[in-house]
């Protein structure tokens, strides 16, 4: 069972508290381009955040990314024709960037230091996380907050998660 309030989803759980951000959890503050990995080394109440992976996404133009013009598409009958919808190229390495980021969260749940998950990410970002995440991963998720926070600075996003717990 989940259940969505807000910006907040919290898997199994109704009622969101600061126990979720204890310490040793681990916080992913990610969106297609840029991922961090946190670790609070602080306690529940009075966050340490420290960065313990800072992953990047360089993205070429589309016109390098891509090949030719959109394909054309013909009816079967009659002289109408249109143009096949092209492809983007950087949503593509965003939803790639995103599987990146599980491989590396399952590395580090593999040398038993993820012990509990608190995900921040925008909408798109966190459902293209949620498909590239392992069954048996899920459990490890206290909390997945809908937001971008890649571009504040630590003492922001700690701020920002302690008003997310706190509402």
């Known amino acids: 069972m989940s259940i969505i309030l807000g910006n907040l989803h ?7 508290t600061y126990a979720h951000l204890s ?3 681990h916080i992913v503050i990610g969106d297609g381009k ?4 946190l670790i609070n080394e602080g306690t529940a109440t009075s966050p340490v955040l420290t960065v313990e992976t800072v992953l990047h996404q360089k993205n070429a133009s589309n016109q390098a990314m891509g090949t030719d013009r959109p394909g054309r598409v ?6 109408r024709s249109g143009s096949a919808e092209p492809t983007d190229w ?8 995103a599987h990146e980021i599980i491989a590396g969260l399952v590395k580090l749940a593999e040398r038993e230091k993820l012990k509990k998950l608190v995900i921040v990410a925008p909408a798109r970002t966190l459902a293209e996380l ?3 995440m392992p069954d ?6 206290a909390a997945e907050i809908v937001k971008d926070l890649t571009k504040h600075s630590i003492p922001s996003i700690a701020q920002h998660l302690m008003a997310e717990l706190a509402a």
């Open 130 to 132: 949620r498909r590239a």
């Open 10 to 16: 919290y898997p199994g759980n109704a009622v969101m």
């Open 34 to 37: 840029k991922a961090l990995i």
């Open 136 to 141: 048996d991963f899920t459990k490890l998720i």
């Open 23 to 25: 310490t040793g959890t």
């Open 74 to 79: 013909f009816a079967s009958v009659g002289p």
């Open 90 to 97: 950087h949503q593509l390495a965003e939803d790639r960037f």
